[in-house]
């Protein structure tokens, strides 16, 4: 998944592809360098963000999506808000990626479920002006688990087909470093959240996040730049699929995309060789796409 944020104030590329004309130009680019889908977004979540007004979150989505999805591209649109998301299927999204999977809107499940397409849902506990408030945990990978599966269960009651959810862990939102990399650990865990037996395909979004800058800090305890964190992601993303992640959203394709096949490939391996002499599915080939 490739990522193109029409916004002023994004954390790695805000204004970058704030002109309609540059963000079409980068999403195309984004698919015929391999991205299988381009996710847009017109508002930054960036810690300390405030909300913008839909109407400026829709003027930046719109023309994008209406483009992308005329020239063929496989598009998700990135919002918190069911208005925003259903005039973006319409124009021929066919994806929707909601980092409040459903919490900020209430209507977006409906919309989601009426439209029929797949569904991010990303652990969220609120808005991005706080962010870090709410990063308290005493285990997080249960928690995560619990807050995941109650939110399975209210857009599944509103109509969304299980079979088009995806789960997110959501890294850095009321997330602290530590707790990224504890998630990371535990991504098998993620797709099986509290109460539901089966493999949910996950995806994860850790493309330049603040967390792998400041792994990488040197030796004056700056946190690496966004820019120069793009290897760390690459090596992330094929640990990521390696351990079975359905998807991975990245802003830069090649080294990713080249990631994603090493890995995939090694899993296929490990899963001949290890498969257990029950025949009995291994964590993430039961559900994952
Ligand atoms: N993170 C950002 C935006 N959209 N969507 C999903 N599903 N998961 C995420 O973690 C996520 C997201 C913020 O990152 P950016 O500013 O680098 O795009």
Same mark, same amino acid.
């Given at each position: 998944m490739g990522v193109v944020n029409v916004t002023p104030d994004s954390f790695s590329d805000g204004g970058t592809w704030l002109d309609p004309d540059k963000a079409i130009a980068h999403g195309l680019e984004l698919a015929s360098l391999g991205a299988d889908i381009i996710d847009v977004g017109g508002e930054s979540t960036r810690p300390g963000a405030q909300r913008v007004p839909i109407e400026d979150e829709l003027h930046r989505v719109m023309p994008v999506v209406t483009a992308l999805a005329q020239a063929g591209s496989y598009v998700s649109i990135d919002t918190m808000r069911a208005e925003v998301a259903s005039r973006a299927l319409a124009a021929g999204a066919r994806m929707v990626n909601d980092v409040s999977g459903g919490l900020a809107d209430r209507e977006m499940p409906g919309v989601v479920a009426a439209a029929g397409v797949p569904y991010v849902v990303m652990h969220w506990r609120g808005h !991005?002006? $706080?962010? /870090?408030?709410?990063?308290? /945990?005493? $285990?997080v990978v249960a928690e995560v688990r619990a807050e995941l599966g109650r939110r399975l269960r209210a857009v599944v009651a509103a109509g969304v087909d299980p079979d088009n959810i995806i789960l997110d862990p959501g890294l850095g939102f009321a997330k602290l470093a530590e707790h990224n990399w504890t998630l990371l650990a535990h991504l098998g865990e993620i797709g099986r959240p509290e109460g539901y037996d089966r493999q949910f395909p996950v995806l994860v979004?850790? !493309?330049?996040?603040g967390f792998l800058g400041k792994l990488l800090a040197g030796s004056d305890g700056r946190p690496r730049s966004f820019a120069r964190s793009d290897d760390a992601t690459i090596a992330l993303t094929a640990l990521a699929v390696a351990a079975g992640a359905w998807c991975v959203r990245v802003h830069m394709v090649p080294g990713n995309l080249d990631a994603v096949r090493v890995a995939t490939r090694w899993r296929q391996e490990s899963a001949t060789a290890l498969t257990p002499a029950d025949g009995s599915p291994r964590p993430f080939e039961a559900g994952a796409g």
């Open positions: !991005s002006a $706080d962010m /870090y408030g709410p990063a308290v /945990y005493t $285990d979004a850790a !493309s330049r996040k």
